[in-house]
């Protein structure tokens, strides 16, 4: 029973483009979510997140965006450059618990010049 | 500042061997999670460690045990190695168990023969 899930396994942009990689979740509990980059052969590194009370969050070229009512969140990059390519997992959580990661599967992100 | 550090990076065990994996949190962070990373998946959290006490832990067997120290660093402890433990082992230390950004190290990347 997958509670966050990436339904796009690779996504392809041109650079300056801009990049929407989707979110989708199952657990109506979860109150936080994040957005993490991963490299080959490096960890996660965290990008940006978002509480379940905004709808919207800014930095620099990313923005996440949250639809509750939806159970949905995508992140922009905008514009996208070839070293935004990497792959983007979602992660969630639930802050009134131990606020453990709850992640998606990702998606590669391809930023072609 | 040091970042979030673990040792070894790659490791290769025998099936029924055991192993210990280490991780030295980022300064000043009392709190570290370990997820397991299979082949094409997102991390999946194993548990979690604040001041030295277990608090929270995943979907995974006893055989999965772990520790934390007093300078909060932590071991990860895999007894009775299977194959399906084959995979990349993350380390993630965050500020408090009240906060859902973590941050993460490279990873040991565990091969089980």
């Known amino acids: 029973d997958q509670q966050v899930k990436q339904n796009s396994p690779s996504l392809s942009v041109q650079e300056g483009r801009i990049s929407i990689l989707n979110c989708d979740y199952t657990n109506s509990m979860f109150d936080y979510f994040l957005w993490y980059k991963k490299y080959p052969a490096e960890g996660p590194t965290f990008l940006i997140s978002i509480s379940s009370i905004k709808d919207k969050n800014e930095d620099g070229r990313f923005t996440v965006f949250l639809n509750k009512s939806a159970k949905h969140l995508s992140l922009h990059i905008v514009p996208s450059q070839p070293g935004d390519s990497a792959v983007y997992f979602c992660a969630a959580s639930v802050m009134r618990s131990q606020g453990n990661l709850i992640f998606g599967k990702g998606t590669k992100l391809s930023v072609k010049p | 500042e040091t970042g979030v550090t673990q040792s070894p990076t790659h490791l290769i065990k025998t099936r029924g061997q055991q192993v210990t994996l280490r991780c030295s949190s980022q300064s000043g962070h009392n709190t570290v999670s370990w997820y397991q990373q299979a082949l094409g998946q997102g991390p999946q959290f194993i548990f979690q460690?604040?001041?030295?006490?277990?608090?929270g832990r995943g979907n995974f067997p006893p055989r999965f045990s772990g520790l934390q120290f007093p300078n909060y660093s932590s071991e990860l402890n895999v007894n009775a190695l299977e194959l399906d433990d084959s995979a990349l082992y993350l380390c993630a230390s965050s500020w408090n168990r009240g906060r859902a950004e973590a941050f993460f190290g490279q990873g040991t990347r565990l091969t089980v023969v």
């Open positions: 460690y604040y001041r030295e006490e277990e608090n």
